[in-house]
């Protein structure tokens, strides 16, 4: 396999993160998205949207996060982290849009603006996560994990992007069973760590 990976993005890592849970091998190759080697014409022949990441396996290409999750976890996972019962797969599709759309406009909006003075309206952002992670902490003090009994990729997908909110100057502090769910992730055998900025700088 070979993961074509941004380090500081999220949505990469939760690609990272998987192969690791999973136990899977792979190669791993950086696309330089500052100098815009995401929008160069090879990199359009992996994904045409110009984004990452991008995984390749044998002579099969995906793109987008969300569903390269649910192709490692149906063809490495055996059904443990994409159970096929209905209930289970519609509550973990819930949480993959989740992360499409309020994460990634609230949360995820907030980290990259702050950390690249990207000029999007942070204002906004903040008003997306403060609606967000109130339902999100109610969630979880009443679930160990946000769709079935044990992790799946529901935990995976939304996971990133909350846990680095601290980057995007999102305070967690208060929400006691969101960062009691990261600590129950991050105990998982073959975690591996945030790409923090801060610690890359």
Known sequence: MILYDFELSGNCY????????????????????????????????????????????SDQIFADSGAILVYLATQYGEQYWLPCDAVSQARIQYWLATASNEIQHGPSAARVIKLFNVPWDYAQAVQITDTLLPQIDQHLSQHHWLAAEHVTIADIAVYPYLALAEEGDINLGVYRHIRQWQKQIEALPNYIALPQATAMA
């Open 14 to 57: 939760k690609i990272r993160l998987m192969l690791s849970l999973l136990g899977q091998d792979y190669e791993k190759k950086s696309v330089q998205v500052a100098a815009g080697e995401n929008k160069a014409e090879a990199f359009l022949q992996l994904n045409p949207k110009g984004e990452v990441p991008v995984l390749e396996d």
